[in-house]
Each structure stands twice: as structure tokens, then as C-alpha cells.
């Protein structure tokens, strides 16, 4: 089996595992509990988020809010700016048109709640432009929020410029960092972000943990009623195992980060290289600005969804957008938004690598590729009108 959907989640790492079970054995308590056991949990806790502090470049422990993952963490952000927002007469948003759904969902609310967002567009690389952002905003705007790095086609946003320019404006700015934090550099004070959304089983971390960064001086809004954790800010006994978990992965990715993204870098290009060879197939985004395990494609005259099953058939775990919406027919928001058609866009391939990839491995998945391809095109009728002349080729 070759495992190349990362971005959808990753293994956990043996460091994490050992980390969490042995969290589960000896420090079980709650750590809101007065006696021993609970304030060994506590200590456990605190060192945790010290440790997530560390690694996103943030200054105090009562900037992390730990959540049950990146969309608990989005939703908090979103909602947090806009009761700011309306307390302050401010009720515009900007965003942009391929952002997760959990922030996209998230804006609808918001829009029948009375707030106006702008959705910007997102160019044929899958970039957003800083000074599109910076022309958008306005006296009422409260938030902008832009995901560091795309789920779907791993293109890697301008974000320390669309930080500095809502720092200049007194606009606060969250990016959603779910699939860039553990993978590329990213500080906080050098982004210039104010709110920031992670998720631990992205970088090898427990499913049904994550963080929120929350720069001080933000009041912070609840999603979850309930109980005095997190500061009043998040109701319900804390995750211990999962949190000290997720700061051990975190920790492990970020300590071996720069020899990874060589390692990986490589083997993506080389599959980007292999697929590129296939007639009328292009990538989807910047194929340099992106993070180093994505590759993303588009195939023209096959159905995303026959590609994945005769791969799984060879061994091949891979998928064609975001695990959220694989349930889906439609063709991929993320695709649209950067201008492929419907019929081309439904022809998609994901494939998030990671350092335990091998050479072997990334050979075998570029032939298999090709095999399939050429075989779904066979007898697809759209492919035979392609090539009989009846509708002109896109790609």
C-alpha cells in the first residue's frame, strides 16, 4: 500500500503514540481537579501549550486555546471578529473563494446574520493578491481571514504581506493554518497574524485536537458554554492525551522540518515531472509556491472518482479534493474558483506525500497513473469526442 493522502490526515507518529498512551496510564486525572493526579494533568497541559507557544513563535500561554480541531478552531475565530465587529458598528468581511468550508459555512451564517463579506477571487495559480486584499478593505471592515495554505491544491498565500497591511489598517487577520502549520515555517508575530486555526492529525498528531492562537488583547468568544477551562473559553474537561500528543508531533515535525521538505520536495517534483507527461493534464496552482507534499492535477476526459477506485485497485490511497467533501458529486470549489470548467475540474487528483515516500514509490504511482488514465479514456465518451473533433480540448 502506498498512503498519499496526507493532506486528508497522516499517521500518527510513534513519538505521539508513546506520548498520548503514556499520558493515558499515569496522568489521567482532570487537570481541574485539586489533588495530585489532577494537577500532574494540569502541569502536563500547561507544558503542552508552552510547547505549541514555542513552535508558532507566540509570546504567552493565554494565546492558545486548545480545540477538538481546525473547524471548532475557524468557527471560534470567525465568530469571535464578528462579535467584535458588531460591537464596534463593523460588519464586513473579507475572505476568499477557496477557503475551507468549515470557514466558508462559517461566513454564510455570519451573511444572514447582517455582516457583507467580499469573497475575493483567486487567480488561475491559486494566489491570492495581497493588494487585492488591501483594496477590498474598508472603514467597516472587522475581519480578513485567508488560509495560509490551500487544503486541496497546496498553493502557499502571501500571508506575512496580508498581515502587515490588516496590522496597518487595524483590521484583525486569521488564517486558517490546518495544513501548513508542522510542514512550512510559520511565526506568528513575523506573519503579523492576529488569529490562527491548527489541527493536530495534519502533522502527525491525535484525530479531535487542535488550537487556536489567539493574540493577546483579543476578547475571545465562546463557542462552548459550560465550565471554567481554557480560561472560561472553552467549556468541557480538557484532552490531555491528545494535547500533549499533538505538542509532541508538533515538536518532532518542526525539529525535522528542513531536512524533510528536501526529501519531499524532490519526490513531488519528480511526480509532477511524471504526470506532466500525460496529454491534455495540467497542475492546479503555482507549481513552485506550494507546500512540498501536494500535487494536484487535472486530467481531461475522466471522472475523478473512477481514477481513485482502479488506484486503490493498485495499492494507491489518493484522492481527488478535501476528505470534507469527498461524499460529494459536485465538482471541487477550490478548482472553480481558480477557473477550471466543470468538465475538467471532475477529472481531479490529489496526491499529499510525506517523507516515508520512496523513490520506487513515486515511480510506481506515475505509472499507474498513466495506465489508468489511459484506460479510463478508452471508453469514455467524452474523450472520443475530443478526439473525433466534436468539442475542442481544454487542456
Not at 489532577?38 to 486548545?66: P, S, W, Y
Not at 477538538?68 to 458588531?86: F, K, P, V
Amino acid at each position: 500500500m502506498i498512503y498519499a493522502d496526507n493532506a486528508a490526515t497522516t499517521k500518527m507518529s510513534d513519538a505521539a503514540i508513546d506520548a498520548m498512551t503514556d499520558c493515558m496510564r499515569n496522568t489521567y486525572g482532570n487537570p481541574s481537579s485539586l489533588y495530585e493526579v489532577g494537577q500532574r494533568a494540569k502541569e502536563v497541559l500547561e507544558d503542552a501549550r508552552d510547547e505549541i507557544i514555542k513552535a508558532i513563535g507566540a509570546d504567552n500561554f493565554r494565546e492558545i486555546i486548545f480545540t477538538s480541531g481546525g473547524s471548532e478552531a475557524d468557527n471560534q475565530a470567525l465568530r469571535t471578529a464578528a462579535e467584535i465587529g458588531r460591537a464596534a458598528g463593523k460588519m464586513h468581511i473579507i475572505s476568499s473563494a477557496f477557503e475551507h468550508h468549515a470557514i466558508l459555512h462559517t461566513l454564510n451564517k455570519l451573511e444572514k446574520e447582517g455582516f457583507e463579506v467580499t469573497y475575493l477571487d483567486v487567480h488561475e495559480d491559486g494566489l491570492v493578491r495581497s493588494e487585492e486584499v488591501e483594496a477590498a478593505i474598508r472603514p467597516d471592515t472587522c475581519l480578513v481571514t485567508i488560509m495560509y495554505a490551500n487544503n486541496e491544491i497546496g498553493t502557499i498565500q502571501p500571508i506575512r504581506e496580508i498581515g502587515a497591511i490588516c496590522r496597518a489598517k487595524g483590521v484583525l487577520f486569521h488564517t486558517d493554518a490546518v495544513q501548513a502549520i508542522g510542514h512550512i515555517p510559520v511565526n506568528v508575530k513575523d506573519d503579523n497574524i492576529d488569529m490562527l486555526s491548527a489541527s493536530a492529525h495534519k502533522f502527525h498528531g491525535p484525530k479531535g485536537t487542535g488550537f487556536l492562537y489567539v493574540r493577546k488583547g483579543i476578547k475571545i468568544s465562546n463557542l462552548i458554554e459550560g465550565g471554567a477551562q481554557e480560561r472560561g473559553k472553552r467549556a468541557g474537561t480538557e484532552n490531555v492525551p491528545g494535547i500533549r500528543a499533538t505538542a509532541v508531533a508538533l515538536k518532532d515535525a518542526i525539529a525535522h522540518m528542513e531536512e524533510n521538505d528536501k526529501i519531499i520536495r524532490a519526490k513531488r517534483d519528480r511526480l509532477i515531472a511524471g504526470l506532466k507527461e500525460i496529454p491534455h493534464s495540467a497542475i492546479n496552482g503555482d507549481e513552485n509556491k506550494r507546500l512540498p507534499g501536494n500535487v494536484n492535477f487535472c486530467f481531461e476526459g475522466i471522472e475523478g472518482e473512477s481514477l481513485l477506485l482502479l488506484l486503490d485497485d493498485k495499492g494507491i490511497q489518493a484522492s481527488s479534493g478535501s476528505a470534507c467533501t469527498s461524499g460529494s458529486l459536485d465538482p471541487s470549489h477550490v478548482l472553480l474558483a481558480i477557473g477550471r470548467v466543470h468538465d475538467v475540474a471532475h477529472g481531479s487528483l490529489r496526491l499529499s506525500i510525506d517523507e516515508t515516500i520512496s523513490d520506487e514509490d513515486v515511480e510506481y504511482i506515475i505509472n499507474a497513473v498513466k495506465e489508468v488514465v489511459t484506460y479510463l479514456r478508452s471508453f469514455s465518451p467524452i474523450w472520443r469526442d475530443l478526439v473525433a473533433g466534436k468539442k475542442e480540448f481544454i487542456l
